[in-house]
């Protein structure tokens, strides 16, 4: 009766030790893979390093003297004389990212370059717009938006070596980034291997906010209207199955030979607010590449904006689609804290979600923004994300486990004797 009873504690012993492990692996099953993130702001420093892979189809560009082209995180550039670059039609790059995110990371990009020195020692610059992806693993990941400006020597043709200094923000987030809102800039080098266009090495740092959910506000929606004033247009020799960029969806493929145009900035467009939980003038500027032939229309606009109300401002960067006459335009604005808000908005970071039309035959058009508020930008406080290891996880409780069942098999074998 006693070695049954002993047997009976045993077995109920053990079904206890079976069920605490259970339970511990139902709760670490959803566990986070982002670690030492909590609810507040959080500083993440990533270095990133990549091929290009594709440096896209080089398309001759020619500007004339006057023309504007936009600069992100710099004044824009005015030409003091005529000059003949390049447009570069969407090329690829894919590489990994280390630091405080840890994973692959994949861009397109389109670029614009110009034999005109802004940077002392520079040959040349221009600007980069694109977008991608940064994948941690185990279904945590972000799509992302950049625009960056750059500065480059060259062996003519190719461009040897550049610097660039830039913007990024998460678009879609998937896994523990869901809900979460990524944004900040990024400084990169790139270097050519040899002689060839399209086998240049990227390596760069980005100093990013990752802000997650209770600390970001939807505002409501904006909605605006206004002319556009159009700038000069500059033909590019496109040829057909050449690609643009989208910023929200497929590229865009050219169906046929030419019919493409880059604008130059027009100067500014002052927007009329009309409702919405911003108030005050909106100011927009931007170069735009499209391929027009009626009725397809399809490309992009790329620039700055700015709202201010006295001394209440918010500026950052606009970025859209354009498609076909008579559809809405899809796009998104975001704007950093450091530098570009001051009064009631110093210190919060922004983005949203932009559609806009314009009415056929004029240049007349509305819009709106879907806005949100990314709280107070954190002091640097590290950590870092990448896919969780659950035995890592799981090794403390199992060992706990463990060392309670010794115990408890030296207790039944004492009571035995």
């Not at 504690?9 to 893979?33: D, Y």
């Not at 169906?255 to 100067?267: K, M």
């Amino acid at each position: 009766m006693e070695r049954s009873e002993e047997q009976q504690i045993k077995a109920k012993m053990k079904l206890l030790i079976t069920s605490v492990l259970i339970i511990i692996l139902i709760f670490n099953i959803g566990s986070t893979n982002i670690c030492d993130v909590n609810a507040t702001p959080q500083t993440l420093i990533v270095n990133f390093e990549a091929e290009i892979t594709s440096g896209g189809n080089f398309r001759s560009l020619s500007l004339q003297t006057g023309d504007e082209v936009i600069q992100f995180a710099r004044d824009n550039v005015v030409l003091a004389s005529p000059a003949s670059g390049g447009f570069h039609t969407v090329g690829t790059a894919s590489g990994t990212t280390s630091g405080d995110l840890i994973g692959t990371y994949s861009a397109d990009f389109n670029s614009i370059d110009l034999p005109v020195t802004v940077a002392t020692g520079y040959d040349g610059f221009g600007f980069n717009i694109g977008k991608g992806q940064i994948d941690c693993g185990s279904g945590n990941s972000f799509k992302f938006i950049l625009v960056s400006d750059y500065d480059y020597t060259a062996v003519a043709p190719f461009v040897i070596h550049s610097v660039t200094t830039g913007y990024f923000v998460s678009v879609e987030e998937s896994g523990e980034f869901s809900g979460q809102k990524i944004i900040g800039r990024f400084d990169s080098q790139t270097s050519d291997k040899d002689a060839n266009p399209g086998e240049e090495t990227i390596i760069g740092t980005m100093s990013l906010t990752l802000y997650p959910a209770n600390v970001i506000s939807y505002l409501g929606q904006m909605t605006y209207e206004g002319t556009a004033l159009p700038g000069n247009m500059r033909p590019i020799p496109t040829l057909t199955g050449d690609t643009l960029l989208s910023f929200t969806h497929a590229n865009f493929i050219l169906p046929a030979d030419d019919n493409t145009n880059f604008e130059e900035v027009d100067g500014g467009t002052t927007v009329t607010i009309t409702s919405g939980p911003l108030s005050g003038t909106m100011n927009n500027e931007r170069n735009v590449v499209t391929y027009f032939n009626y009725p397809t229309l399809m490309g992009w606009a790329v620039g700055k904006f700015s709202i201010s109300d006295g001394a209440d401002s918010i500026s950052g960067v606009m970025v859209s689609d354009i498609e076909d006459v008579g559809t809405v335009q899809d796009g998104y604005l975001f704007a950093l804290s450091v530098g570009t808000t001051t009064g009631k908005y110093e210190g919060k970071e922004y983005f949203g979600l932009t559609e806009s039309s314009t009415e056929p035959g004029t240049y007349d058009f509305t819009g709106s923004v879907y806005l949100y508020e990314l709280g107070i930008t954190p002091a640097p406080v590290g950590g870092y994300v990448s896919p969780v290891n659950k035995l890592t996880i799981l090794t403390p409780y199992i060992t706990m486990v463990f060392l309670f069942g010794i115990v408890m098999m030296v207790i039944f074998t004492l009571r035995r004797r």
